[in-house]
């Protein structure tokens, strides 16, 4: 990135997550009536969302299941289709579930939703428009990454900074961590070459969860990341930002050591069970 081009987006950048981050689903849905691509995409997965009763119908609907997935930030798993065929099948209330083993927030979200199909998730029109909506909003939030680097991973962690009680929760979401981590005074390279238990106690003496909890620090942690992302994207995971992904599981910001759930030191040996 030339010196130019990080000035001016320097200069752009608490400006625009300020704007965005006040009235964010409205600009969202503004944003994507002129995206050819994402309302076509709506349009297609309102069509037809009562269709899709069962978890066979989702799974064979690539482009409906590409937006659900999008929806809840889970985009990663459309490489592993064994891995989303779990968490749609199994009761995400058991421990033995997948869903409850990875630990990882947004899956077990994911699967709670869908609940195994047993009251037709789709079918609701209430919760299509949720899927909608926030399908929008990660494509917004994408979007707006690739004008200022960064953006993406300010603005998802604004809108789920107080949902975040716990040190596992926060591991669980990539954009959340990649923003606490930049108030550490170390960058997010240097903190994932830690260790699982060091990334921990690392965390755990370093951010102040009450923080999530109050409005305007959350906007000063956002802020404060978004000057650090835009000087140095690749050191803080912001010239791609796709928040959690499958791949983070098994490295070392991973929440738990998921090979050794499935009995394989390997992680291309345990994603390939997904595959």
């Known amino acids: 990135m030339s010196s130019i081009s990080t000035n ?6 608490i400006p625009t997550y300020l704007v965005d981050s006040k009235n964010e689903s ?20 309102q069509s037809k969302a009562s269709t899709l009763t069962s978890v066979d119908a989702l799974m064979k609907d ?3 299941l590409k937006i659900v997935l999008g929806a809840y930030n889970v985009s990663d798993l459309l490489s592993y289709p064994g891995l989303v065929r ?17 630990g990882n927030a947004s899956y077990l979200n994911f699967a709670t939703a869908f609940n195994q199909f047993t009251s037709d998730p789709l079918g609701s029109s209430s919760n299509v428009s949720a899927i909608v909506n926030s399908y929008e909003t990660n494509a917004f939030e994408a979007a707006q990454s690739t004008r200022i680097p960064g953006m993406q991973n300010a603005l998802a962690f604004k ?19 990649t923003v606490a981590v930049a108030q550490t005074g170390i960058t997010f390279t240097t903190y994932g070459n830690m260790s699982y238990d060091q990334q921990v106690a690392f965390l755990t003496k370093k951010v102040k969860l009450a923080d999530l909890q109050n ?14 992302a835009v000087q140095d994207p690749d050191s803080w995971n912001a010239s ?3 928040g959690n992904t499958v791949a ?18 390997s992680s291309n040996a345990v994603l390939s069970l997904f595959a």
């Open 240 to 242: 791609d930002s796709t």
């Open 26 to 45: 409205a600009l969202a849905a503004k944003w994507a009536k002129s995206n050819g691509q994402v309302q076509s995409d709506v349009t297609y997965f």
């Open 159 to 177: 809108r789920v900074a107080s949902n975040i009680t716990t040190i596992a929760q926060l591991m669980t979401n990539k954009a959340a961590l």
């Open 215 to 228: 409005a305007k620090t959350v906007d000063h942690m956002a802020e404060s990341y978004l000057l650090q």
């Open 86 to 102: 779990q968490l749609l099948t199994q009761d995400p209330t058991a421990a033995s579930s997948t869903a409850r083993k990875i």
């Open 8 to 13: 001016s987006n320097i200069g752009m950048a």
């Open 248 to 265: 983070s599981l098994f490295g070392a910001d991973s929440t738990t050591s998921m090979a050794s759930l499935f009995g394989d030191a």
């Open 62 to 64: 690539y482009r409906a």
